[in-house]
């Protein structure tokens, strides 16, 4: 049941960007879409907040941290993904955005969190392969300049969001974590758009039907999934499974758009997620491995494992604390999500997508 979650969690992230696609369609902007998607979002999460009746603990300290992941980090990283999605091919956004692993495995490095040993080289390698594939040798074309540079944004921002979620408590709820950050992301977004005259009602008012379509499909059921599938089979599995999110989003956006990527940027795709299951894969005995939250929306916690998260999009990932004892994380010795749409992240939460 547990492979069923991850699945499910998967099919909800690759799909918010169609659903994104035909909100804009209608006429919904942006900033309006996303803040009432996070606000709705939020809403279900505290219900199911108060629903689970867990004892509520958490410092002045940990709270403010988790406001500015989200009035911060994830509406950034939010509005950059759903922003890239509005001007070029979701496919191709979806797949950049998968480039965050890497760039996460680069902040520890850098922060001197883990080591680069052979395993985390060759996935950068192949990573970074993959990324000039996916733009071509000689660059984009200017009209897809802005969104490539969005979804690379949305990418960085993500890294930069799960590394600082790494100070939070391991044994901090998960479900509050996330309700918290879609909170704070909804009031930021709708702050800004309400300053800059970002947020107006559509064209047609039928497009307001994919607010909660993308809210309860495409945040709120991803992110229960996830937390079930971890749980169930482990952080590294359920990483590799959601590598399937952008895959879906290809997809997804093929029949309905009739997007198309070259055989090179699939390829390039390819090696991109190829560099992710290379990072989740569980490592010899004895040598630190790296674990991952869920897609691109999510909100990490801090645990003894190397969060190098493989959603985009999307969910919080199992912390070495909450993992069952028959499904240990692979520790880390010295280095430091899921979600991608706006993600988004048990120690696997929020998209970015």
């Given at each position: 049941m547990g492979f069923v979650w991850c699945l499910v969690s998967a099919a909800g992230f690759g799909l918010?960007?169609?659903?994104?696609?035909?909100?804009?369609?209608?006429?919904?902007?942006?900033?309006?879409?996303?803040?009432?998607?996070?606000?709705?979002?939020?809403l279900l999460l505290w219900?199911?907040?108060?629903?689970?009746?867990?004892?509520?603990?958490?410092?002045?300290?940990?709270?403010?941290v988790c406001v500015g992941l989200g009035a911060v980090g994830y509406a950034v990283q939010g509005?950059?993904?759903?922003?890239?999605?509005?001007?070029?091919?979701a496919s191709l956004a979806a797949l950049l955005l998968y480039?965050?692993?890497?760039?996460?495995?680069?902040l520890a490095v850098v922060l001197r969190?883990?080591?680069?040993?052979?395993?985390?080289?060759?996935?950068?390698?192949?990573?970074?392969?993959?990324?000039?594939?996916?733009?071509?040798?000689?660059?984009?074309?200017?009209?897809a300049a802005l969104g490539v540079a969005l979804a690379l944004t949305a990418a960085g921002t993500y890294a930069v969001y799960l590394t600082v979620s790494e100070s939070l408590p391991a044994d901090l709820d998960l479900f509050l974590l996330t309700a918290i950050v879609c909170t704070s992301a909804a009031v930021s977004l709708g702050l800004g758009g309400a300053a800059t005259g970002g947020l107006h009602a559509p064209?047609?008012?039928?497009?307001?039907?994919?607010?909660?379509?993308?809210?309860?499909?495409?945040?709120?059921?991803?992110?229960?999934?996830?937390?079930?599938?971890?749980?169930l089979v482990g952080a590294s599995t359920a990483a590799i499974l959601c590598g399937l999110e952008p895959a879906i989003t290809v997809v997804s956006t093929a029949v309905?758009?009739?997007e198309r990527l070259t055989a090179a940027q699939l390829a390039g795709g390819a090696a991109i997620l190829a560099a992710v299951v290379i990072l989740q894969w569980p490592a010899r005995a004895g040598v630190p491995g790296v674990s991952a939250r869920g897609s691109g929306?999510?909100?990490?916690?801090?645990?003894s494992v190397v969060e190098v998260p493989a959603t985009a999009g999307h969910v919080p990932m199992e912390t070495a604390a909450q993992a069952p004892a028959r499904r240990p994380l692979m520790n880390h010795s010295n280095a430091g999500t899921f979600g991608v749409n706006g993600s988004q992240p048990l120690s696997v939460p929020s998209s970015a997508q």
């Open positions: 918010a960007p169609l659903f994104a696609k035909q909100a804009y369609a209608g006429g919904l902007s942006v900033t309006t879409m996303l803040t009432a998607r996070f606000a709705l979002a939020a219900i199911i907040v108060a629903v689970r009746r867990r004892p509520v603990r958490i410092s002045g300290r940990t709270l403010a509005a950059a993904y759903f922003g890239a999605v509005a001007v070029i091919d480039t965050y692993p890497a760039l996460t495995l680069v969190r883990t080591r680069p040993d052979r395993r985390r080289l060759a996935a950068l390698g192949v990573s970074a392969s993959g990324l000039i594939m996916l733009l071509g040798v000689g660059g984009v074309a200017s009209g064209d047609a008012a039928s497009a307001w039907i994919w607010v909660p379509v993308i809210a309860v499909i495409g945040t709120v059921l991803p992110i229960a999934g996830m937390f079930a599938g971890v749980r309905a758009f009739g929306e999510v909100v990490g916690v801090r645990s």
